[in-house]
């Protein structure tokens, strides 16, 4: 019996780290061939997601994980008394997925970091964000008013790998499955993981910039991925478990 369970355990898991066979892609974002995959808008009037070409020559960002030197970037304009940008895709009723984002972390200027179960106008959902000075990735939860809410943070040591350096890639990663989030920085779960938090249900992706100086910021990102599971594959209560044996 014992035997038995072993190797199940061991197809199981290797079901898992083979990556996809339970999981569905919804909706990607590479910008295929300098042009944008997805339909996205914006949040706020000026904000636009657009293609773009990285310069070998000028960009700090380039090359970018996917090689191909076609990006996406996010303009936040200084409106006083800050300047912000945000973007959105996907679907309203999106509920259980997960959202994976490549992001250029910039010279460490602005806050940057991407949207989760966000609404249509962007005031209210969650997010994870690299704080402008990159020493704390925060779990936030916006509820509608002027500033949201830090549900949990990591810093310095508690950031994988470190505080990033200037103008790296990193990717950021968000899990919703109910009011469980698993939250991963360069595809390792964060200390804490999941977090419990059940006020927002469904929502669009999205990407967030905001700087309180006042100057015009940009954000860099490319390989947007949302993508559906199915949990059935696994008893749910155990899904978290099984999940944190596979992750580096
Ligand atoms: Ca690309």
Redesign the pocket.
Known sequence: MRRFLAVSTLILVGSLTTGTANACVLYGE??TDGTLDLTWFACYEANAFEAYTLNPEEDPCYP?P?G?G??GKLVGTFAGPHALGSTLSGDGDLGDYRVDVWICVGAGNAKRGILFRSSEDCSMGYQLILDAGMFTLMFRYADGGMMPITIASWSAGNIPGGIPAVNTWHKFSIEGIGDQFYVYWDDVLLDGCPVTHGEIASGYFGLYLFSAEPTDITLIA??IVASDFDPSAVDQSTWGAIKRMYVR
């Open positions: 590479h910008v970018n996917g191909d076609y990006v490319d390989d």
